[in-house]
């Protein structure tokens, strides 16, 4: 019960302040579109730059970690894409949205600031691994999927495809703010005091901005759509993503318990609003990826409460 209390609730309640602000009419959708834009276009990459920049990219970026998180996160994805597929009858491209839902774990606004209130600001530096290969990796595999099932009968080549994929992922504001932190990394090179004291300024605001404007976001995102649909992307996103990569850091790597805490604890987050943002630009699933937002973040209270009382 300490644990809900000192540790996940306050999180949820920036959360929830957001959406009944959302829902007495204080916090209207222009405002709500404007907060959320500044914090992933801004504020969310300047924090990853800031925490990037830090990093002991030698020490942090343990291959073993990254697999485990990672091996879940496709698995859930196979999964999820079948289930759409096989069971569900729904159209490829919904599969593949579907899929994605399952696969983008919202490791930066829930997984950091949960994983700092339970074992302090020192212990992200594995969510800062896992984030820094998060959105790349993920958006270029989703996108490349997409494209590839769009692109099937058109004559379109494979080249063309991943040309198209690798201008998409290279945009995105988060993939330029972590690039941008690894580079001023790996080069050793001081960043000016007075550069460094405007970014962190930046980068404070950016959990708690973004945090308040997610409540506003998913006020947007009434429940519709298939209900089985959505109750397999939650049950894959909330207990087999995280339940997969405990076992392989546990069992299967031995990893020490800062690694399998920030592992396990990035896996079990809810999916990501990105998630329905990448629906929503291919026209595909849009209800059912909203709606698994809403209802995954509610239900990952009680979820990551049991997976805090699992972990060491």
Known sequence: MQALI????????????????????????????????????????????????????????????????????????????????????????????????????????????????????????????????????????GITVMEMTRARGTGLSVGRVLLRSLRAVLRTPLVIGIGSGLIVNLSGLPLPEVLEAATSMIARAALPVALFALGGVLFQYRPEGDMRTIAMICLLSLVVHPAITFGLARFGFGLDAAALRSGTLTAAMAPGVNTYLFANMYGAARRVAASSVLIATAASVATVWVWLALLP
């Open 6 to 141: 000192e540790v996940i609730l306050p999180v949820f309640l920036v959360i929830g302040a957001g959406y009944a602000a959302s829902w007495r009419g204080l916090f209207g959708p222009s405002a709500v579109e404007g907060t959320m834009h500044f914090a992933q276009t801004f504020a969310v990459p300047v924090l990853l730059f800031v925490s990037i920049l830090h990093v002991d990219l030698g020490q942090d970026y343990d291959l073993r970690l990254l697999v485990s998180f990672y091996a879940g996160a496709f698995a859930c994805f196979g999964l999820g894409y079948l289930g759409a597929l096989r069971l569900f009858a729904r159209p490829a491209t919904d599969a593949v949205a579907i899929g994605f839902c399952c696969l983008f774990a919202n490791s930066l606004l829930l997984g950091i600031p949960i994983t700092q209130r339970a074992y302090g600001e020192d212990a992200i530096a594995g969510n800062l691994a896992i984030i820094s290969v998060h959105s790349p990796l993920l958006y270029s595999f």
